[in-house]
């Protein structure tokens, strides 16, 4: 893995994109780390890293945020062995 600063890119771009092929590169801005990442000769709409394929399905990722919105604004309900009761009853847990 290679750190590198801002102004290092820009004074060896080639250098570092050629090498982003090979190994780990990321910027130091800050307090930040940015990666170089090689995807090939296109981009994926796929947002997994793995490539996972529930990411390719839109109204999937579209549920995920949309979950993550209702988090953020305490839309949730805590999971207590009660709640659980309530949800599995009649199934053996």
Do not use: C, W
């Amino acid at each position: 893995m290679l750190v590198i600063t801002p102004t290092e890119l820009r004074q060896n771009q080639s250098k570092f994109l050629d090498l982003a092929e090979t190994q780990r590169v990321l910027i130091k801005r800050k307090n930040k780390f940015i990666e170089l990442i090689v995807r090939g000769e296109s981009i994926p709409d796929n947002i997994s890293p793995s490539g996972d394929p529930f990411f390719d399905n839109p109204l999937n990722v579209e549920k995920i945020l949309n979950a993550d919105k209702e988090v953020k604004e305490g839309k949730v309900i805590e999971l207590t062995d009660e709640v659980m009761a309530d949800l599995f009853e009649g199934y053996e847990i």
